[in-house]
């Protein structure tokens, strides 16, 4: 199974600020990732496919990038609702895989 | 808007079989060309895809559960299950469904959109 890596596990930041989320793959992926926000007592909720472009009324703010075993999540500045988990997850290979999460928090 | 919502018990008792169920709402399990998919969070930890039913009825399992999951579908009632046998307390978790769309090399696509989670305990 392709392992997928999250750094940091936690990143505490403060509204406004940029927050940059890594998601490196055990093997080349390809584009063939995807990231997902969960928030406190809600369903996961997709926010970019194909590594780079946004879900259907994610805001622009949000952005993907990489290929093949590195890829980043920046949230250009950091509103308040932003504060949530981050699961990047890969369908290169089956079975598809998750990582870990990445925690961003209220600095 | 599609919606799909989990349901089942939330206690089971070690070496018995839990059992989901999840409804769409908002459109038709058997219209389009999509993957009905169990996905579980274990306490305090990452997302492990279970599963899915394609919507031809056929099924995928993750290796490692796959001596004991059973994804079902009930197109009369717009509803598709979940069936874990033998659990354990490694069982306990919030169980997502969710679906997926076909990518053009007929593979399933990403995870859009999910249930609320049904969380399971695995206790006597």
């Known amino acids: 199974d392709i392992v997928l890596t999250q750094s940091p596990a936690t990143l505490s930041l403060s509204p406004g600020e940029r927050a940059t989320l890594s998601c490196r793959a055990s093997?080349?992926?390809?584009?063939?990732l995807a990231w997902y926000q969960e928030k406190p007592g809600q369903a996961p909720s997709l926010l970019i496919y194909d590594a780079s472009n946004r879900a259907t009324g994610i805001p622009a703010r949000f952005s993907g990038s990489g290929s093949g075993t590195d890829f980043t999540l920046t949230i250009s500045s950091l509103e308040p609702e932003d504060f949530a988990v981050y699961y990047c997850?890969?369908?290169?290979?089956?079975?598809?895989?998750f990582g870990q999460g990445t925690t961003v928090e209220i600095k | 808007q599609v919606q799909l919502q989990g349901s089942g018990p939330g206690l089971v008792k070690p070496s018995q079989t839990l059992s989901l169920t999840c409804t769409v709402s908002?459109?038709?399990?058997?219209?389009?060309?999509?993957?009905w998919t169990w996905i579980r969070q274990h306490p305090g930890k990452g997302l492990q895809w279970i599963g899915y039913?394609?919507?031809?009825?056929?099924?995928y399992y993750d290796p490692s559960l796959k001596s004991r999951v059973t994804i079902s579908m009930d197109r009369s009632k717009n509803q598709f299950s979940l069936r874990l046998s033998s659990v354990t307390a490694a069982d306990t978790a919030v169980y997502y469904c969710?679906?997926?769309?076909?990518?053009?090399?007929?593979?399933?696509?990403?995870?859009?959109?999910w249930g609320q989670g049904s969380l399971v305990t695995v206790s006597s």
């Open positions: 997850q890969q369908r290169s290979n089956w079975p598809p895989t």
């Open positions: 908002g459109g038709s399990i058997s219209s389009g060309t999509y993957f």
């Open positions: 039913i394609s919507w031809t009825g056929t099924t």
């Open positions: 093997q080349s992926i390809s584009t063939y």
């Open positions: 969710a679906r997926a769309g076909v990518d053009s090399n007929g593979g399933h696509n990403w995870f859009d959109p």
